[in-house]
T-cell receptor
Framework: DTAVSQTPKYLVTQMGNDKSIKCEQN?????MYWYKQDSKKFLKIMFS???????INETVPNRFSPKSPDKAHLNLHINSLELGDSAVYFC????????????????FGDGTRLSIL | SQKIEQNSEALNIQEGKTATLTCNYT??????LQWYRQDPGRGPVFLLL?????KEKRKERLKVTFDTTLKQSLFHITASQPADSATYLC??????????FGTGTRLKVLA
């Protein structure tokens, strides 16, 4: 059973299009994240959700809109795609202890490789 | 601004030797430091976590040290094997939901 699954694995599309990436975790975790990994393999956090509530938004353009319908899902919708959006997008999840964060491992999906033509 | 650097982009070592990877940070006071392994085409996989008040943590052939005075963590793989070849990432958090990842070190263990 895949713990954190993302779909699609590959996404090739034209500049200006709108696309969505889906993420689901079956670990029972209460916190989910989206990361962007660029061509130099630098992994940067974009969003963090705890119990469906947005906790972190790292100055990501408004074209990126995450949505968490429930604790097990965190989807990412991107409007008006630009060349600079080409990257690998990773979803992750972790369990937070009451009053404590950061002390639990994150579980990552295998990424969605987005290529803008 | 907060910055995390890992010693080198790539590191080649002979099988059986100890690999030592470095994670240095500035303008940050992390409460926790984590190490991850990433294989090509896959997501990072958690290896070890160390707290700011811990000096050292071990797990099988892996050892992590954390020196908050030097603002540095060292990650050691003893008796390295070709299967240990991967990119290793350090990640820091100050106890919030925000994790900051290092630039990664690509380790290659030569048979």
């Amino acid at each position: 059973d895949t713990a954190v699954s993302q779909t699609p694995k590959y996404l090739v599309t034209q500049m200006g299009n709108d696309k969505s990436i889906k993420c689901e975790q079956n670990l029972g975790h209460d916190t989910m994240y989206w990361y962007k990994q660029d061509s130099k393999k630098f992994l940067k956090i974009m969003f963090s959700y705890n119990n469906k509530e947005l906790i972190i938004n790292e100055t990501v353009p408004n074209r990126f809109s995450p949505k968490s319908p429930d604790k097990a899902h965190l989807n990412l919708h991107i409007n008006s795609l630009e060349l600079g959006d080409s990257a690998v997008y990773f979803c992750a999840s972790s369990q937070t202890s009451p009053g404590q964060t950061g002390n639990q491992p994150q579980h990552f999906g295998d990424g969605t490789r987005l290529s803008i033509l | 601004s907060q910055k995390i650097e890992q010693n080198s982009e790539a590191l080649n070592i002979q099988e059986g030797k100890t690999a030592t990877l470095t994670c240095n940070y500035t303008n940050y006071s992390p409460a926790y430091l984590q190490w991850y392994r990433q294989d090509p085409g896959r997501g990072p996989v958690f290896l070890l976590l160390i707290r700011e008040n811990e000096k050292e943590k071990r797990k099988e052939r892996l050892k992590v040290t954390f020196d908050t005075t030097l603002k540095q963590s060292l990650f050691h793989i003893t008796a390295s094997q070709p299967a240990d070849s991967a990119t290793y990432l350090c990640a820091l958090t100050s106890g919030t939901y925000k994790y900051i990842f290092g630039t990664g070190t690509r380790l290659k263990v030569l048979a």
